[in-house]
């Protein structure tokens, strides 16, 4: 009887585990979109030089269209004279995948429209974005951006 009952609680348990694992993971999925397609171009969007600092690990590194790499601490000099020039931004998620070891991919297409100077433009690119989970909370770690179109309509 003891061991039934060792058995049972034993199973019961791995059931509690799997599920608590399946909400984490859908928790983990769901604040990645959130990430991704609404707070990150908010930070972007208000200059929110705070923010990204708390979004991005120390050793954050982006590789733009023409391969020049910047490091966090040039990012966020960068966004402290930013001024978001877009009417309209939108993300597309076309891979997200956790890991097992608390690392995530992030990856899809951006589209952003607006009127500059030179009139209206609208644009889109690729990126693919590396994040690390520590202590609980995402950190974005690498972001490349590239397949830079200057011609969407």
Partial sequence: MKAFTFSILFLSSLSADASSDST????????????KQHIW????????????????HPDFVIVDPQG????????????KTYTWPHDEFEYHIQRLNIFENDTAIVAGQGRASGKNEKGDYCFTYVSTNVLIKMSG????????????QGNCK
Avoid: C, M, R
């Avoid at 020049?68 to 990012?75: D, G, H, L, P, S």
């Fill in 68 to 79: 020049k790499t910047t490091f966090k601490a040039q990012e966020l000099n960068f966004l």
């Fill in 137 to 148: 909370k995402w950190k974005a770690i690498q972001s490349h951006v590239s397949g830079y």
């Fill in 41 to 56: 171009p908010a930070i972007y969007k208000t200059s929110d030089v705070a923010g990204l600092d708390d979004l991005t």
């Fill in 24 to 35: 984490t993971y859908e928790n983990d999925v769901e604040y990645l979109t959130q990430l």
